[in-house]
């Protein structure tokens, strides 16, 4: 359940411009689906906001033809919609607030451009606060370097840098706000800047202090420079799972999220797919946050039957909501029956598919025992599986 910070009936929305076509970043493609550390730009800034817990949801502005590249850099993050972009930033917001106010419900927004994808929740908060005070608030950090006038190369007057801050985002607004205030806005004129045009119709704006880490990606060396950081905050982290299962007849049989045709089936907790429970673990391992009994009790009567997805779901928040990335899995299967081999690929596909990964980062591998034991004897089937994960090494959980 999301809680508001300042009352029950706020409701608000971030707005990711990622509407750029172009790139200064280097290799040509459009800088919000380069990678860093292992995810997209984009991904960044949207895992970012959609951890905080008062944000209720992110609308994403992209370019046209460009909804297929978002959603492969996304993978199975949940979008509340994909807006196409204008021609210029403005047109782009003013799209993504338009969209927003066709659903109808936001009290506020926050809006973002993707290409500063190192977002705090600090930041967040300083900004959700400053806004029961007034109905705009952006982050600034001042200027500290000597700013001159220059003109053909030559060194002109030092401009006081007294009074100026250098602007980021997101800047946060009062949703009626700001939408009115686009649409108030003299189309002859382009506005880089949101909060430039709330001020236009009188509005105060508040600043917040801003965050170094917020800096805009530009130029390739701000990737590298991005690439680096993340690889020095980065700890990888292993963790595994065991399972095991009952089989019983009269029972559908699903390993590792496939249906698969079997005279038996697994009885047990939920659908009984052995191979998620253990994938699971696994990553709740690497989380060091209990396991998958503590998080769905067998004893609570809502999972009785539901599909063991959404237990891999959960775990992939969990990886989410802690900044991090899966980096591979590798499951074995321990059986005599079924034959495993014609659904493997089945089986990594749908992994992949549920936990937005590469297929080359999902194993899934068998084996008998030799018809010895359990396994051997056909009474049930085991499953082991390792997950490693790369998480920030200052990993905190948001409360
Ligand atoms: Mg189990």
Same mark, same amino acid.
């Given at each position: 359940m999301r809680v508001a910070m300042t009352g029950s009936t706020h409701r608000t929305i971030a707005l990711l411009v990622a509407a750029g076509a172009g790139s200064r970043a280097g290799d040509g493609a459009p800088k919000q689906f380069r990678t860093i550390g292992g995810r997209a730009v984009i991904a960044h800034a949207f895992d970012a906001l959609v951890a905080h817990p008062v944000i209720d949801g992110v609308v994403l502005v992209i370019g046209a033809g460009q909804e297929t590249a978002a959603r492969a850099a996304l993978g199975a993050r949940s979008v509340a919609a994909f807006v196409e972009g204008g021609a210029t930033r403005r047109d782009s917001v003013r799209a993504g607030l338009e969209a927003i106010a066709a659903v109808g419900g936001a009290s506020h927004v926050l809006i973002h451009d993707c290409a500063r994808p190192f977002l705090s929740a600090d930041v967040i908060d300083r900004l959700l606060r400053a806004l029961d005070d007034a109905p705009g608030a952006i982050p600034v950090l001042p200027v500290v370097d000597t700013l001159v006038r220059g003109a053909d190369d030559m060194a002109g007057a030092v401009v006081a840098r007294d009074g100026l801050f250098r602007v980021q985002t997101p800047q946060a607004f009062a949703f009626d706000a700001i939408l009115a205030a686009h649409r108030n806005w003299d189309a002859s004129q382009d506005a880089t800047d949101d909060a430039r045009m709330l001020r236009a119709c009188g509005h105060d704006v508040l600043l917040v202090a801003g965050d170094e880490a917020l800096e805009k990606l530009t130029f390739p060396a701000d990737f590298e420079r991005a690439e680096a950081r993340m690889s020095q905050q980065r700890t990888t982290r292993t963790g595994m799972g065991y399972d095991v299962h009952r089989l019983a007849s009269g029972e559908q049989l699903w390993l590792c999220g496939v249906q698969i045709p079997h005279e038996k089936g697994l009885s047990g907790h939920s659908d009984a797919d052995v191979g998620i429970h253990a994938l699971v673990d696994a990553i709740l391992g690497a989380l060091a946050e209990g396991d998958i009994g503590s998080h769905?009790?067998? =004893?609570?009567?809502?999972?009785?039957?539901?599909? =063991?997805s959404r237990f891999l779901d959960h775990a992939r928040d969990l990886v989410v909501a802690r900044r991090g990335v899966i980096e591979h899995v590798d499951l074995t299967l321990i059986c005599e029956a079924p034959r495993i081999g014609p659904h493997r690929n089945a089986m990594r596909s749908r992994i992949a598919q549920i936990l937005a990964l590469p297929l080359d980062r999902v194993s899934v591998k068998a084996t008998t025992t030799e018809r010895l034991g359990f396994a051997g004897r056909g009474e049930g089937i085991a499953a082991q599986a390792i997950a490693t994960l790369s998480l920030p090494a200052l990993s905190s959980v948001h409360a």
């Open positions: 769905f009790p067998p =004893s609570d009567p809502q999972w009785r039957g539901v599909a =063991s």
